[in-house]
T-cell receptor, first 113, second 111 residues
Framework: DADVTQTPRNRITKTGKRIMLECSQTKGHDRMYWYRQDPGLGLRLIYY???????NKGEISDGYSVSRQAQAKFSLSLESAIPNQTALYFC????????????FGPGTRLTVL | GESVGLHLPTLSVQEGDNSIINCAYS??????FIWYKQESGKGPQFIID?????DKRQGQRVTVLLNKTVKHLSLQIAATQPGDSAVYFC??????????FGAGTRLTVKP
């Protein structure tokens, strides 16, 4: 079973719709992250959370919100989707600080028409 | 090497040859570096990491070299196989624990 899962894997929606992407992890990690990936660009950080009561904006948080429902769950919402939010979205977890790698989910491909 | 833009750098090698993928990082204070492999339709997968107090680290068929003087990181893959075909990108972690990712290099292995 995958350690980091994302739902849905693919989603097509229309401009103005509210969308929620969900992420669950079984690694027991405190830190969770949401990234978007666009063709030819590196991963860009949207939001991150160091524990259930901690939420931090990343590099490109405008137009997004998050909720850390539990240690294992971190959801990303687009309140009113727009076409330039079409991208591949990845959730990741990390144990702690310093020399700890991130573990990524399989990604959600979102298309906003 | 790595760059930000609409088109990924590409590297094409013959099966069995060695591959070298390069990455230029930006923050001279970065403390930790990771190489990831991303196959089509999948999330990034950890390959190997290196701390800033090292200049070389070896794994199974992979070696990472770090040159802090010129802020350059490379990933060497020995005896490249078709299953190595993927996008490879580096990540740097600064002292305040922020991670920055390179855009990636697409490796294609020809049979």
């Amino acid at each position: 079973d995958a350690d980091v899962t994302q739902t849905p894997r693919n989603r097509i929606t229309k401009t103005g719709k509210r969308i929620m992407l969900e992420c669950s992890q079984t690694k027991g990690h405190d830190r969770m992250y949401w990234y978007r990936q666009d063709p030819g660009l590196g991963l860009r950080l949207i939001y991150y959370s160091f524990d259930v009561k901690d939420i931090n904006k990343g590099e490109i948080s405008d137009g997004y919100s998050v909720s850390r429902q539990a240690q294992a769950k971190f959801s990303l919402s687009l309140e009113s989707a727009i076409p330039n939010q079409t991208a591949l979205y990845f959730c990741a977890t990390r144990a702690g600080t310093g020399a700890d790698t991130q573990y990524f989910g399989p990604g959600t491909r979102l298309t906003v028409l | 090497g790595e760059s930000v833009g609409l088109h990924l750098p590409t590297l094409s090698v013959q099966e069995g040859d060695n591959s070298i993928i390069n990455c230029a990082y930006s923050n001279s204070a970065s403390d930790y570096f990771i190489w990831y492999k991303q196959e089509s339709g999948k999330g990034p997968q950890f390959i190997i990491d290196i701390r800033s107090n090292m200049d070389k680290r070896q794994g199974q068929r992979v070696t990472v070299l770090l040159n802090k003087t010129v802020k350059h990181l490379s990933l060497q893959i020995a005896a490249t196989q078709p299953g190595d075909s993927a996008v490879y990108f580096c990540a740097e972690i600064g002292l305040n624990n922020d991670m920055r990712f390179g855009a990636g290099t697409r490796l294609t292995v020809k049979p």
